[in-house]
């Protein structure tokens, strides 16, 4: 059985995290880490603290009313993709524990491909 890292809960909601598959469970944004539990498997989790979150990165759309998935960046253990029934909810409960100069906006297509040209 795994144990929560949090001692506090701030939010709980269904999610998917995308790892090649997608994976349904819960997410947990705590005083302590973010926490995603898969709901067929308990032994199929991540508990990532806030200490490693270096950055967390999400996709905006139409002037951020919509916001598809977020990524949470750790220093040690890379990338790590997920998306909740509110991703807005969930990205504010987050600030509460990541610093506002390390949430970030995902680049948009038109600036993916300025990028490219201006690099060649």
């Given at each position: 059985m795994v144990e929560s890292s949090n001692s506090k809960v701030d939010?709980?909601?269904s999610a998917?995290?995308?790892r090649g598959i997608a994976t349904y469970g819960k997410l947990m944004v705590g005083n302590h880490a973010f926490e995603?539990?898969?709901e067929r498997n308990v032994d199929d989790y991540v508990q990532i603290p806030?200490?490693?979150v270096t950055y967390v990165v999400a996709d905006v759309h139409f002037g951020g009313s919509y916001i598809p998935r977020f990524e949470i960046?750790?220093?040690?253990?890379g990338k790590f993709i997920f998306?909740?029934?509110n991703n807005k909810h969930t990205l504010h409960a987050i600030r509460q524990y990541?610093?506002?100069?390390?949430?970030?906006?995902?680049?948009?297509?038109?600036q993916k491909i300025k990028r490219k040209v201006k690099n060649k």
């Amino acid at each position: 059985m795994v144990e929560s890292s949090n001692s506090k809960v701030d939010l709980t909601a269904s999610a998917t995290w995308f790892r090649g598959i997608a994976t349904y469970g819960k997410l947990m944004v705590g005083n302590h880490a973010f926490e995603f539990y898969n709901e067929r498997n308990v032994d199929d989790y991540v508990q990532i603290p806030w200490t490693e979150v270096t950055y967390v990165v999400a996709d905006v759309h139409f002037g951020g009313s919509y916001i598809p998935r977020f990524e949470i960046r750790t220093r040690k253990n890379g990338k790590f993709i997920f998306s909740s029934r509110n991703n807005k909810h969930t990205l504010h409960a987050i600030r509460q524990y990541v610093p506002a100069n390390n949430m970030r906006q995902a680049l948009g297509l038109w600036q993916k491909i300025k990028r490219k040209v201006k690099n060649k």
